[in-house]
């Protein structure tokens, strides 16, 4: 029992984030003034038309998860680790901010991952590749992931053709 002359505590709000959002073929337009200028600098071979096609091809197929907030956009895919290994991952393709300075614009974009993660477990997943594409600093998504390791591996290729 609280005792009369105690002071009263004023509840503590915070700001919350909107929920993170699976697109749904109206929501391009909302986002397409910024995120398709992104599209066409990352894949330069895309017009803004099969940019279009690409996204609306997307958005029903479960194979992807294509999410957004007011000012950031996610797209991951679930793949397998190898053809002859029912083992799934799930590959970030781009975590993209309207504007990367903005720190708002980060924390809406850094709310994906758990979302991320928790879709990739139901595919049964044991590894999530990110960072690949994304406007998100390691340091903050360190923030998302405390207690779990994120890991660099390196890769080897070579060019082949012209």
Known sequence: MNDMNEPVKKPQFGVELPAVRRFELADIAQHAKWLLPRLAKAYPHLTERTALGFLNNILYNSEFYFCYQPHAVGL???????????????????????????????????????????????????????????????????????????????????????
């Open 76 to 162: 991951m895919q679930v793949e397998r680790s190898h053809m002859l290994t029912p083992e799934a991952i799930v590959r970030e393709k781009f975590v993209w901010v309207e504007d990367p300075k903005n720190e708002d614009h980060i924390d809406e974009a850094l709310s994906f991952y758990e979302e991320f993660r928790k879709w990739g477990e139901r595919f049964g997943a044991r590894t999530m590749v990110l960072l690949e594409n994304s406007d998100v600093p390691i340091e903050k998504l360190r923030t998302v992931f405390q207690g779990s390791r994120i890991f660099t591996r390196e890769q080897k290729f070579m060019r082949i053709g012209a």
